[in-house]
T-cell receptor, first 108, second 117 residues
Framework: AQRVTQPEKLLSVFKGAPVELKCNYS??????LFWYVQYSRQRLQLLLR??SRESIKGFTADLNKGETSFHLKKPFAQEEDSAMYYC??????????FGKGNQVVVIP | SAVISQKPSRDICQRGTSLTIQCQVD?????MFWYRQQPGQSLTLIAT?????????ESGFVIDKFPISRPNLTFSTLTVSNMSPEDSSIYLC??????????????FGSGTRLTVV
């Protein structure tokens, strides 16, 4: 079954500290993975996708097929990074399966 | 990227009634999707809205409960029928989209917050 696991519900980090959000997936084919972010009172928006291999707002995520992981990282957290983060998997025909999400709180 | 207008933004409904949610996109899109986000939970795909044919429902969702229309390439509706308090959720429309800087992805509407009393 196609599944996305985000183990930690709430993550609190100090400003300037590194942040890593874990995402593991279960998928039989070649996965297409995304990270979405939802800031307070805003709609869900795409942060990055693994194919683009870009750094967006200082965040990066590397697909590790051996570990079936797509962890999101940022070396120095900023207050504006406080948000809800969702890892998502295209489970076929452009249908997304989402993880349960991580609430990130950056402490000034 | 596409701009999605979703209406209503919120509603409080009596149990046993139905609510129709509208999703309007500012450009023609091939694929439109409807998701549900129950309180404290993640997003779950309800169905894919297909233009010119019946929607394709995910396991656990049925047409009688969540009828969907897709009359053209810019518009879709989701109806939540015979509502019960368990239907209280945020319902979101999504489209496949090209998002500058990151390539293909999926754009989401702002959601409809439904409370059933």
């Amino acid at each position: 079954a196609q599944r996305v696991t985000q183990p930690e519900k709430l993550l609190s980090v100090f400003k300037g500290a590194p942040v890593e959000l874990k995402c593991n997936y279960s998928y039989s084919g070649s996965p297409e993975l995304f990270w979405y972010v939802q800031y307070s009172r805003q709609r869900l928006q795409l942060l990055l996708r693994h194919i683009s291999r870009e750094s967006i707002k200082g965040f990066t995520a590397d697909l590790n097929k051996g570990e079936t992981s797509f962890h999101l990282k940022k070396p120095f957290a900023q207050e504006e990074d406080s948000a809800m983060y969702y890892c998502a998997l295209n489970k076929g025909n452009n249908r997304l399966a989402f993880g349960k999400g991580n609430q990130v709180v950056v402490i000034p | 990227s596409a701009v999605i207008s979703q209406k209503p933004s919120r509603d409080i409904c009596q149990r046993g009634t139905s609510l129709t949610i509208q999703c309007q996109v500012d450009s023609q899109v091939t694929m439109m999707f409807w998701y549900r986000q129950q309180p404290g939970q993640s997003l779950t795909l309800i169905a894919t809205a297909n233009q010119g044919s019946e929607a394709t429902y995910e396991s656990g969702f049925v047409i009688d409960k969540f009828p969907i229309s897709r009359p053209n390439l810019t518009f879709s509706t989701l109806t939540v029928s015979n509502m019960s308090p368990e239907d209280s959720s945020i319902y979101l429309c999504s489209v496949e989209d090209f998002i500058g800087g990151t390539g293909d992805g999926y754009t989401f509407g702002s959601g409809t917050r439904l409370t059933v009393v």
